[in-house]
């Protein structure tokens, strides 16, 4: 079963101004309705699939991004959305921010934009979707190399 | 004695857009104490007015929050403005009430889904937010952005609106106050809608002035105060009463945001009718030199710029004191006394715009 079919998705907002915030939820509600691809979005991280990550990271929340991170089962997908979470954006300069999403978390997708368009976020999303198939069939596939490996041994 | 424990409240809750960490000292269901936490977007912009230009600063200030982000960067162009004694002309004055009162229509359309979502009513929370794609659908086809659209600029607006334009918008506002009416039923009818909100999170007149509560939050509790009636922009050529409701619980705060809703669409009928023709912008020559403070109504309340400039390209100093600001220490109070079941509604009912906080 592909776990494409129904990937569950997990926002949070690292420090954005919430101009990206409201278009992830936007990308939800029937105009765009993010949900036609079996997604729901979800508020909790053990049930997530796809974490999406507005805003850059700053000296307080990257513990928070990084623990919401590892509560995630594997496999799962990072998508940075708006230009802040890519690299920091505006606020790059900023005293308080650390830089964009990569610099706590491992990123698959980047989707800059300020504010991210819901039409590019699904883009983004959809490519992310893409590589959730791809890292299940590696981790199937890097799980039966290790029982064959294990049978050999015996 | 029942015992206590203390029960995290966010900075991740499946009902925030946004974080905010609030321990809640329960005693079985019941709230004793809310302490709030805060700093988890605090991104320090205020400084970058020593690394950006008075003229970029207006970027940034836009980028305070991306929901009220027109008020922001109106409230911080107004101030370099008065110190640069620049006359703005009147259409780019009306324009800029237009834009400020359909900003106004989104973001309280936005918490009125917000806020559906919180009591668990999705289809409504899909209902409102498809109604306010409309007022975005307006923002993209007037000055290109959705949400951050960055029209304002020291002098006056960056692009003109024709009035074709304004008529055919006020149009589509018919549509959508009729739309809305019928979103309005399902708030302030719907037997199950109203067991979440009357009664929930009571705040008298007196402890809304003493907290210094501001916008819907005050208004919803009893006292009128609307800073629009200063009459900046062109709020003196419009006739506009103050809304306000004096029974000060969630219930009372919804009417009072729907009704502003309906208030706001007729502002825009009223500009759009007296608009006057001419020049959108103003020269600017030279650098600010002199502080001052303006006081603009947000969506959510009163928030207040203060610029203050030595005749250099930097300003020296930019502060904002935004309206959440203002209502977290309501929050607190609201909260105590609370069932643990309605702790959600409450922190909604503020309408919290944790980044305008933290900056």
Redesign the interface.
Known sequence: MKISKSPWLL?????????????V??AT???YDIERFGIIN????KHADILVIT??V?A??AT?VKQ?YSQMPDPKVVVAAGICACDGG??K?????LGGTDTVIPVDVYVPG??V?PEALIDGISKAIAMLDEKKQAAIEHASCQIHYEDKED | MATRSVVPFGPQHPVLPEPIHIDLVLEDEKVIEAIPSIGFIHRGLEKLVEKKDFQEMVYVAERICGICSFGHGYGYVDAIEHIMSIEVPERAKYLRMILFELSRLHSHLLWLGLLADAFGFESLFMDTWRIREGILDMFEESTGGRVIFSINKVGGVRRDIPDEMLKRFVKKLDEIESEVGVAARAFLEDSAVKTRLCGIGKLTAREAEELGCCGPMLRASGIRRDTRKLGYLAYDDIDFDIIASDVGDSYARTEVRLGEIFQSIDIIRQAVSKLPGGETEAPVKGFPDGEYMTRIEQPRGEACYYVKANGKKFIQRMRVRTPTFANIPALTKILQGCDMADVPIMVVTIDPCISCTER
């Not at chain 1, 926002?11 to 278009?23: P, R």
Request: aromatic residues 8%; negative net charge; hydrophobic residues 30%.
């Open positions: 926002h949070y907002d690292a420090s954005s101004c919430n101009g990206c915030d409201i278009e939820l936007a509600t029937p105009v979800t508020g909790n991280p805003g850059g700053n307080q929340n928070v919401i505006i606020f300069d900023c005293y308080n921010i300020c504010a368009r």
